[in-house]
């Protein structure tokens, strides 16, 4: 596709449920983020990957978090047994490749989750 | 600690004059600063990347500039425009973090 395409578009579910989050990318695109957006808030970086791999998992919250990406293309963000706090818009990006911050992200427009 | 700063109120000008954004920042040596727009229920889309060497880039009716002494970056919107209402976000770029790093936004309304 064109752009970066997320879903669900909205997901609402129990507390205590799994979700699973999908993200595909920008075709050709090498790297990938997942951020997290509360209401009002700034973006929260979760993970993000090169290819593959991700090198950087500091920005995950909890164990209960987990991201994977499969053949350098889609990838997918868990939540287990999710908690309100977990509530929030979550945003995937992808980029030509990972640079230093010299390539402009582009984000689809994000999943907006809801734990009741 | 680290801090990225923008207005932290909304702004509201009115249609025709520049739109001012302000990115403050502390604690960061950023190489790459960059900005984007977001609409309710969208997601952000990328505007302009200025680098920390560069003091001013142009975009058609945006201009960046970037003062790494005041640790702070402006954005200008010339001849606003009603369709320039939106969020803007800043985003740092820190060699050593290896993410972007992104403000909370400035919500803008471009009264008619």
């Known amino acids: 596709g064109a752009g970066v395409s997320q879903s669900p578009s909205n997901k609402v579910t129990e507390k205590g449920k799994d979700v699973e989050l999908r993200c595909d990318p920008i075709?050709?695109?090498?790297?990938l983020y997942w951020y997290r957006q509360s209401l009002g808030q700034g973006l929260e970086f979760l993970i993000y990957?090169?290819?593959?791999?991700?090198?950087?998992k500091s920005g995950l919250p909890s164990d209960r978090f987990s991201a994977e990406r499969t053949g350098g293309s889609v990838s997918t963000l868990t939540i287990q047994r999710t908690q309100q706090e977990d509530s929030a818009v979550y945003l995937c990006?992808?980029?030509?490749?990972?640079?230093?911050?010299?390539?402009?992200?582009?984000f689809g427009d994000g999943t907006r989750l809801s734990i009741l | 600690s680290q801090k990225i700063e923008q207005n932290s109120e909304a702004l509201n000008i009115q249609e025709g004059k520049t739109a001012t954004l302000t990115c403050n920042y502390t604690?960061?040596?950023?190489?790459?600063l960059q900005w984007y727009r977001q609409d309710p229920g969208r997601g952000p889309v990328f505007l302009l990347l200025?680098?920390?060497?560069?003091k001013e880039k142009r975009k058609e009716r945006l201009k960046v500039t970037f003062d790494t002494t005041l640790k702070q970056s402006l954005f200008h919107i010339t001849a606003s425009q009603p369709a320039d209402s939106a969020t803007y976000l800043c985003?740092?770029?820190?060699?050593?973090?290896?993410?972007?790093?992104f403000g909370s936004g400035t919500q803008l309304t471009v009264l008619p």
């Open positions: 990957f090169q290819g593959n791999s991700a090198p950087d």
């Open positions: 604690n960061y040596s950023p190489a790459y």
């Open positions: 990006a992808s980029s030509l490749s990972r640079g230093q911050g010299n390539q402009p992200q582009h």
């Open positions: 985003a740092l770029a820190s060699g050593s973090a290896r993410q972007l790093t």
């Open positions: 200025i680098r920390e060497n560069e």
């Open positions: 075709s050709g695109h090498t790297a």
